[in-house]
Each structure stands twice: as C-alpha cells, then as structure tokens.
T-cell receptor, first 112, second 113 residues
Framework: SQQGEEDPQALSIQEGENATMNCSYK?????LQWYRQNSGRGLVHLIL?????REKHSGRLRVTLDTSKKSSSLLITASRAADTASYFC????????????FGKGTRLSVIA | DVKVTQSSRYLVKRTGEKVFLECVQD?????MFWYRQDPGLGLRLIYF???????EKGDIPEGYSVSREKKERFSLILESASTNQTSMYLC????????????FGPGTRLTVT
C-alpha cells in the first residue's frame, strides 16, 4: 500500500508559535485523517476531512485538503508545550471500506 | 468513552517463544486492527478483522497470525518470536466503514532477546 508522507520529519518551535505539518499521498482518497501520538502511547484521532471538503477547523487545529495536489496540511495555532507529540496523517482509499494507510509522522517539539 | 486495552505495556520474550498479544475493545466495534510501529517506518498493518472468525492480511503478515473468537477480542500471535519482531505493537478498532476514525490501545512494547 502507498503510505502518506509527512513533512517535515521533525519540527521544533517556541510556545505560542504556530506549527504547520504537511502530508502528501499518492492515490485518490475518500477521507484524510490526522492523529496525535504522545511518546510511547497509542494514537488519538484529531480530525477527519472528506475528499469533497477543503478546510476544517477544530479548536486550535486547522486542516486543509487539496485533492488536485494530493496533499493536506495541519496547522496548530498558539502552540503549547502539551502539543509536543508525533502527528500522523492517514488516508482511506477511494475503493472504500479499506484499512487506513498511515504516514511516517512528524515529530513536533514545543519549547516552553 | 471508547476503550481499547492491550494485555501488556511492556513484554520481554526469548527468541523462539510463542507470544500472545491480546486486545479488547468495549464499544462493540466490528473492525479490529493490529499494527507494528518502528522508528522511521511509521505504522504498518499486520492483520485486520471485519467480523468474528474473519481475518485479512495486512502489509506485513509474515511471522504473525491472529485469532478473533469473540467480537471484542483480537489476539496477535507470534508463533516463534525473532529479534526482528522487537517493536511497538498497536491495536485499534472502529465501526464500518474501516476507513473511518480508529480508536487505539496504549500499545505493547515487545522486546525479543
């Protein structure tokens, strides 16, 4: 299966700054999701954006999707030390009812 | 709240041992998944199941088998553990379709010596 690719692999910012992470994928999708993983723990779902949506917000999170470029971005505004985690994108293929395909993740460090 | 539990957080086994990793979910989800996570490789799907007694191979099934005798429980079995199976193992579940939000367990960090 074709994994998504997050960019950058690692990101370090100061508390209060915005963090932007990108995800590119290779095949047509039904939806794209973002997950967070705190060190040594399981993943937690953050947000889902469908292929017919272009932008979605949830609290301090903003996700965009550009299906023509097969890419998505996750913006975390006014970051906090507690946002330090790895962030993964995951896609559901157009065929439907197929398992999610996860990217390799972006490691975000927010320095207080 | 959905809860997915895994039988152990940390496990140390010897090469050649048979290893069982258990996963239980309490939300009556039809779909369950097993992943392994390694640095630089992200999450890779080992096996998944859409119903009791059903199983499907994921991307890296070699060296693993699974069992789903009850809807809430999905077991991953390493028939003969090897050092290259040292990894973090994550279980997840969701309701159909399988491509929607998944709920993850806390993970089992397995070390094979």
């Amino acid at each position: 299966s074709q994994q998504g690719e997050e960019d950058p692999q690692a990101l370090s910012i100061q508390e209060g700054e915005n963090a932007t992470m990108n995800c590119s994928y290779k095949t047509s999708i039904n939806n794209l999701q973002w997950y967070r993983q705190n060190s040594g723990r399981g993943l937690v779902h953050l947000i889902l954006i469908r292929s017919n949506e272009r932008e979605k917000h949830s609290g301090r999170l903003r996700v965009t999707l550009d299906t023509s470029k097969k890419s998505s971005s996750l913006l975390i505004t006014a970051s906090r030390a507690a946002d330090t985690a790895s962030y993964f994108c995951a896609t559901e293929g157009r065929a439907g009812n197929t398992p999610l395909v996860f990217g390799k993740g972006t490691r975000l460090s927010v320095i207080a | 709240d959905v809860k997915v539990t895994q039988s152990s957080r940390y496990l140390v086994k010897r090469t050649g041992e048979k290893v069982f990793l258990e996963c239980v979910q309490d939300m009556d989800h039809e779909n369950m998944f097993w992943y392994r996570q390694d640095p630089g490789l992200g999450l890779r799907l080992i096996y998944f199941s859409y119903d009791v007694k059903m199983k499907e191979k994921g991307d890296i099934p070699e060296g693993y088998s699974v069992s789903r005798e009850k809807k809430e429980r999905f077991s991953l079995i390493l028939e003969s553990a090897s050092t290259n199976q040292t990894s973090m193992y994550l279980c997840a579940s969701n309701s159909p379709p399988s491509g929607y939000e998944q709920y993850f367990g806390p993970g089992t960090r397995l070390t094979v010596t």
